[in-house]
Structure formats: structure tokens, C-alpha cells
């Protein structure tokens, strides 16, 4: 079957998550800069979350873009992902109302850390419908930077039980090495 449905369905679902992001910030009631102190923890969580749902629209986009046809499989691997992404507004909005408590960044932490590991199911079932030697296979590789994100995530994890800043931390890590789009699959299409 063709991806077009399922690039659609996806960018939908990621908007939604977006603009929900968006609604869990609060207007505050005072018209001076220091009624917007209250919001700074939301509002940091809200631009981490941002980024990373970005960064899961652009390497999905680019994903896609190396592929000619989806399966079943591939279709139910991909809703595993929007679940996991699905949940990032939540997380986020209560590590931002509880200033980045223990429980909260967590919670975080573990979402995408299940994040990681949807998106990694998704590109290696898209991998095994067009083989071993297909653009995606060549372009994945070993997919260090996915294996090491996920150590990542649970580095992270771990951390913000001892301070949930060094979990905030780690997990802004990833985002950076992320930030800048995954060209292994640019630089393979060209080929």
C-alpha cells in the first residue's frame, strides 16, 4: 500500500500534539513582566517538547521519503509512535506545573525513552519491507545515534532520581545531537 495516508494521519496527529502543547499555557492574569515568572518552568518544558516533536516530524518526514510503500505492520509500528508521542503534552505540562519535581521529569524521560524505541521499531520495519539493501537499510545502518539516544533516555532516567535537572539535562542532550535533521538518509537518496 501506498505511505501517502500515513504521512498525512501522521502530520495531523503531530499538529494536534502540537497545538495542545501550546493550550497548557496558561495567559497569565497580571499585564507586567513578572506575571510571566510563574510561567517560565512551563514555558521551558513547552519549548523542549516543542523541539523534540519537531525533530520527530522532520526524521519521520525524512523516514518516509525513503520508502515506496508501507505495510500493516508498518502502519501499526507507526501508531505505536504517534501513542508515545501522544503523551509528550501531558508530561510536559506536569513537569512545567511542578518545576521539574522527581516524578514529573521521569515521567518525561520515559516517554521518550518509549518514543526512541517506537521510532526505531518503525524505521527497522519499514527496513524490512524494502531489504537489506534498500536506500533506508543503507541510510540507517547500524542507527548508533538512535542506540544512543535510548541509552540516553535511560541515563536520564536514572539521574533525575538523584536530581530531576541532570535527567532535564540529558534529555536536552539528545535533543541537541538531534536538532540538526538526520542527513544519512538525504545523503543516501542522492546517491
Known sequence: MGKGRLEAFSDG???IIITIM??????????????LQPLLPVFISYVLSFIYIGIYWNNHHHLLQAVNRVSGSALWANVHLLFWLSLVPFATAWMGENHFSR???????????????????????LTGIHGKDSELARALGNDIKGILSVILYLIGIGLAFINPWLGFSIYSVVAAIWFIPDSRIEKNIKR
Not at 516517554?111 to 524505521?123: C, D, H, P, R, V
Open 103 to 125: 516524578w514529573p521529569v521521569v515521567l518525561y524521560g520515559f516517554i521518550l525513552f518509549m518514543a526512541g524505541i517506537a521510532y526505531y521499531i518503525l524505521a527497522h520495519c
Open 22 to 35: 501550546v493550550l497548557e499555557m496558561k495567559v497569565p492574569h497580571g499585564s507586567n513582566l513578572d506575571a
Open 13 to 15: 496527529v503531530l499538529a
